[in-house]
């Protein structure tokens, strides 16, 4: 189940995992995990250090607070905003809750079926959380798997996109 909310220019995202918080703070934290659901990071992966998401944002990691908590900045096209992801036990599942802000709203819904807002980039990502989390991603990395899927598959996830992008739409009125 996905909570979507937009007020102030804070795009904020819950989610539901069936994983132990342990579990989704490795997935998010940990190189080798991440890359295999989301993209390769490199840097200085710390409070005060530096990241790249190879091919899309960067920044600079603003706060830890290991199970609960990571904040960063997210630096990309010129602009500097702010990400913040935070992790809820629920006694064996967890809750993810990411905010990013400030945002306009009009960047939060598809400009087109080829190019996602910030809700289908966001949710995508977050949905293939999901599979790595319960093992059902295609081995290797999320660009390599991406890079190989089917045409079916590939306008499958098109698809969704829309829909979440439709959602999103629906909460910015």
Not at 45 to 61: D, F, H, K, S, T
Not at 119 to 141: I, Q, R, T, V, Y
Request: charged share 25%; hydrophobic share 40%.
């Amino acid at each position: 189940m996905t909570d979507r909310s937009f007020e102030d220019g804070k795009l904020v995202v819950r989610r539901h995992y069936k994983a132990g918080r342990e579990d989704v703070w490795d997935a998010i934290t940990t190189p080798e995990r991440l890359v295999r659901w989301f993209l390769p990071i490199t840097g200085d992966l710390r409070v005060g250090g530096r990241y790249q998401l190879e091919g899309n944002a960067g920044g600079e990691i603003v706060r830890c607070d290991r199970p609960r908590e990571i904040g960063l900045t997210w630096e990309m096209g010129g602009g500097v905003t702010e990400v913040l992801v935070a992790l809820e036990d629920q006694g064996d599942s967890t809750v993810l809750t990411l905010s990013h802000s400030p945002v306009p709203g009009e960047l939060i819904p598809n400009a087109s079926p080829t190019t996602w807002g910030l809700g289908a980039g966001w949710e995508m990502g977050l949905n293939a959380l999901e599979k790595f989390l319960d093992g059902s991603l295609p081995d290797g990395a999320a660009q390599d798997w991406i890079a190989t899927a089917s045409h079916e598959d590939l306008v499958a996830a098109g698809v969704q996109a829309q829909q979440i992008s439709d959602a999103w739409e629906e909460v910015l009125g």
